[in-house]
């Protein structure tokens, strides 16, 4: 079983500021099955980033996904008051597809 | 458009059973894998039991296992969780979403959620 950890746990950063948030893995996993979701408060889940890099639709280009092996990155360039949610990475391949225990991206 | 909507959320005692449903509209539903996600108040997502699209494989992570059983009907376009033997620790908004047709196990459509209290 895959599990993912999330760091940091909360990001406090301003308008504008980037954000680099990371997932690490407990294996290496391919990077095709490594996903990225955002989290507004009140609202379901929304797909960001498939196969670790990929853009799902709709998302904006300040948004963007790297990593291989066991270490992902997710990171959100000019930072807007709208981002303000809980991000998740998720194990995608052979279930259980676990996710990480989330960053809490707070706008300062 | 793609729309999943659940209902039977509701209060149930420990031990008791609750059915969860999914109606998907805006796509094919019967070319999908499906999932059930859930999040406990105040907690982080947690994955439970994902349905190929033609209901011949199913997997259901451990804390779920024997208790909750995940189904289909094509022909309704309808998901289902059936879930037995409740525990406290099953309190959560349950979520149906659908796989991603362009990487296995992704998740591109969600509902809404539907809240499931397990109280006594």
């Known amino acids: 079983e895959i599990v993912l950890t999330q760091s940091p746990g909360t990001l406090s950063l301003s308008p504008g500021e980037r954000a680099t948030l990371s997932c690490r893995a407990s294996q290496s996993i391919s990077s095709s099955y490594l996903a990225w979701y955002q989290q507004k408060p009140g609202q379901a889940p929304r797909l960001l980033i498939y196969?670790?890099?990929s853009r799902a639709t709709g998302i904006p280009d300040r948004f963007s996904g790297s990593g291989s092996g066991t270490d992902f990155t997710l990171t959100i360039s000019r930072l807007e008051p709208e981002d303000l949610a809980v991000y998740y990475c998720?194990?995608?391949?052979?279930?259980?597809?676990?996710f990480g225990q989330g960053t809490k991206l707070e706008i300062k | 458009q793609v729309q999943l909507v659940e209902s039977g959320r509701g209060v149930v005692q420990p031990g008791r059973s609750l059915r969860l449903s999914c109606v998907a509209s805006?796509?094919?539903?019967?070319?999908?894998?499906m999932h059930w996600v859930r999040q406990a108040p105040g907690k982080g997502l947690e994955w439970v039991a994902v349905?190929?699209?033609?209901?011949?494989?199913?997997y259901y992570t451990d804390s779920v296992k024997g208790r909750f059983t995940i189904s289909r009907d094509n022909s309704e376009n309808t998901l289902y969780l059936q879930m037995n033997g409740l525990r406290d620790e099953d309190t959560a908004v349950y979520y149906c979403?659908?796989?991603?047709?362009?990487?296995?196990?992704?998740?591109?459509?969600w509902g809404q959620g539907t809240l499931v209290t397990v109280s006594a």
């Open positions: 979403a659908r796989e991603s047709t362009l990487v296995r196990g992704a998740l591109d459509h």
């Open positions: 349905i190929w699209y033609d209901g011949t494989y199913k």
């Open positions: 196969g670790a890099s």
């Open positions: 805006g796509f094919t539903f019967s070319s999908y894998g």
């Open positions: 998720q194990y995608c391949d052979n279930p259980p597809n676990n």
